[in-house]
């Protein structure tokens, strides 16, 4: 891919990053939930990491590290994250998912994928498969700029 192609697919992400979120947000009953936004993508990012320190959450949420703190206090409250120790480093302290926040983050996942399979159910099969491609590769890719 040339320069061209390059800062197309930077600007293309750009427009993507809040289309995502708004997909994802507005398919979420946000209302009833006791939780802010930023608490929701804490949750969602240790869905898919076993543990976080402070730093790996702050730069998941893009937010500061004071900031990553005051969002997850609550959550430790409600049950949902616990705080504990590295073994190797004990000074460390780490962040990971209770059984009570796995079960609401599951249950949440399950709510957004129905609302999700409303909305793709109004493509086309071709623009279906597509976009599973697009998000496929897109993911993959992602992850090796992680």
Known sequence: MNNLGTEKAIISL??????????????IDIKHLNFTKTQLFILFALMGKPCLNM???AAYIAS?????TRAVAPLVKSGCVERFCDESNRKL????????????ISFE???LKKNLVSLLNTLTNE?????NNATCTTLKILKKLE
């Open 55 to 57: 730093s790996q959450i």
């Open 127 to 131: 623009e279906k498969e597509e976009f």
């Open 14 to 27: 750009f427009e993507i990053f809040p289309m995502c979120q708004k997909i994802i947000l507005n398919s």
């Open 109 to 111: 996942k399950e709510q």
């Open 64 to 68: 500061s590290h004071e900031q990553a």
């Open 93 to 104: 302290v780490l962040i990971r998912l209770t059984d009570t926040g796995r079960n609401f």
